[in-house]
């Protein structure tokens, strides 16, 4: 009778550790997830993004209801191509924390990647109405982008305006806004906003590109042809150099010398 005793005394005991040390494993394997994570980010943002999704994948097994990691799932297979994957991620992201604004923000960015303008647009505007996301220029630059995609240039001005407000030297804004001028043939505003965009990120080759553009279109060829050379200077082995290459060789009969 002793030794039954003993033995339902040794049972109740070892039932009454299993929720503490369940909760310690769970604790345990959030912990090395969370670490896990932070060595994905860290190849993330060396963009070696193969080594990053090993490191996500390895986490998520772990851990799969961690929105950050979601989303940072959601980013990966971005840099990759793989849209649908990483739609697939930034929804499990927000099911998991409805409020989590950068990964709306970024199921924004991969439904503008698949051309899908309307729930781009969708997705943007609940970003740009959360007043505590910390850079609310960027969703309204989103919203001007995919206005401008559906030809809307009047709504797209509004946006791009309403994100220069807020920061006026945001290059994405500037750029945007200066393609909308173009589109309804604004070209000297269109100028104005480019050589800003040009003093704010001298090196940024999207912008002396469309500047150079914008001065072959207004017949300053001598400006357009000195932009060109130094897209191909910066950037010497990338499709733009290509493009800048064969723009200015167009023009450059043209080109006092």
């Known amino acids: 009778m002793k030794k039954i005793w003993l033995i339902a005394a040794s049972c109740a005991l070892i039932v009454g550790l299993l929720p503490s040390c369940t909760t310690q494993n769970i604790e345990r394997e959030k912990f090395i997830a969370k670490k896990t994570r932070n060595l994905g980010e860290a190849y993330l943002r060396e963009q070696k993004y193969t080594s990053a999704l090993r490191e996500f994948i390895k986490a998520e097994k772990l851990n799969p209801d961690d929105h950050f990691l979601q989303n940072d799932l959601g980013i990966v297979y971005s840099a ?14 927000l099911e998991i924390k409805d409020d989590y604004s950068p990964a709306r923000n970024n199921l924004g960015n991969a439904y503008t990647q698949k051309k899908q303008w309307d729930l781009a647009l969708e997705q943007y505007k ?8 910390a850079t609310p220029y960027m969703p309204l630059t989103n919203i001007g982008i995919v206005y401008y995609q559906k030809k809307n240039y009047h709504l797209a001005e509004i946006y791009y305006l309403k994100a220069l407000k807020l920061k006026p030297d945001y290059i994405n804004a500037l750029l945007g806004l200066a393609q909308t001028y173009i589109a309804t043939d604004r070209l000297t505003e269109a100028i104005a906003r480019l050589e800003k965009a ?29 932009l060109y050379q130094r897209v191909v200077g910066l950037e010497p082995d990338s499709a733009l150099a290509e493009r800048a290459l064969a723009e200015a060789g ?7 010398q």
């Open 250 to 256: 167009k023009i450059q009969h043209l080109v006092q």
């Open 80 to 93: 990759k191509g793989r849209y649908d994957l990483a739609i697939q991620h930034f929804n499990k992201a």
């Open 126 to 133: 609940i970003v740009a109405s959360d007043l505590l996301y």
């Open 198 to 226: 040009a003093r704010v990120a001298p090196a940024s080759t999207p912008a002396l590109f469309s500047l150079a553009d914008a001065y072959r279109r207004q017949g300053d060829y001598q400006k357009a042809y000195n």
